[in-house]
């Protein structure tokens, strides 16, 4: 389904009663909503309505030309809501839905219920330049985000999730290699241009934090600051996890989600 913005689309799935209460989701860079397919049934099942959300020039999103920041994502989030008539959510965002996850709870607060924020970054990293020039101009060489599929991959999952669970694998791996260039290339950008720290502690939600500890791309240190400077933030790590640690272990990662979500209900 689409929600029209302007001239472009965002793409949504929403499910779930109307009058249930909303659990809103945002996922990484070169993923798509369908990364939170482990988190579904088991949200429906306890009486959620779920809503997850392409980012723009991910997964059935139009991608927008030129840079973006963190504010424009989150204003996407914020103006999906409003045309589908939904006033308060409890957000969970994943990396760079974690870091859009951040502008959203400081810029829009009476939208957010509570907040989950994973293997996620309060700021710009030191080095980052270093780190994300190659993969950016490598997509640019390319017009393709799939010379980055298979690093991607080693980055978000330890060496025991291929052969466990070859389908998902590769499922995922054909997702990063089909961004758009626009999209990965303009949240990229985003990335490279965000301080959120001396924000944090205005936030009022409650916040859960979680990583995992083996997490290379968003380390623990980062995720434990963020819930340092939240006021009542949580902090939980997942063992045995790089980054997508609710597709990796999902069991593990839902029976952190599932009481969080019920006890601020």
Known sequence: MFINLDDRRIYFDLMGAEDAPVVCFTHSLSSDSGMWAEQLPELLA?????????????????????????????????????????????????????MLGQAFAINHPDYVASLMLCDTMPATPEGAENAWGPRL????????????????????FTDAFKPRNPARWQQIHATIAGTTPAGYLGCGAAILNFDFRDDLPAIKAPALVICGDDDQGTPPAGNKLIA?????????????????????????????????LQSHR
């Open 46 to 98: 306890a009486g959620y309505r779920v809503l997850r959300l392409d980012m723009r020039g991910h997964g059935g999103s139009d991608p927008v030309a030129g840079d973006y920041t963190m504010t424009d994502l989150a204003g996407d989030v914020r103006a999906s809501l409003d045309a589908l008539g939904l006033r308060k959510v409890h957000f969970i965002g994943l990396s760079i839905g974690g």
């Open 137 to 156: 101009e490598a997509v640019r060489k390319a017009n393709s985000v799939a010379p980055l599929a298979d690093g991607t991959m080693e980055r978000w």
């Open 228 to 260: 340092e400077k939240i006021p009542g933030g949580r902090y939980e790590e997942m063992a045995d996890a790089r980054h997508f640690p609710n597709v990796e272990h999902p069991d593990a990662f839902n029976a952190l989600m599932m009481p969080w």
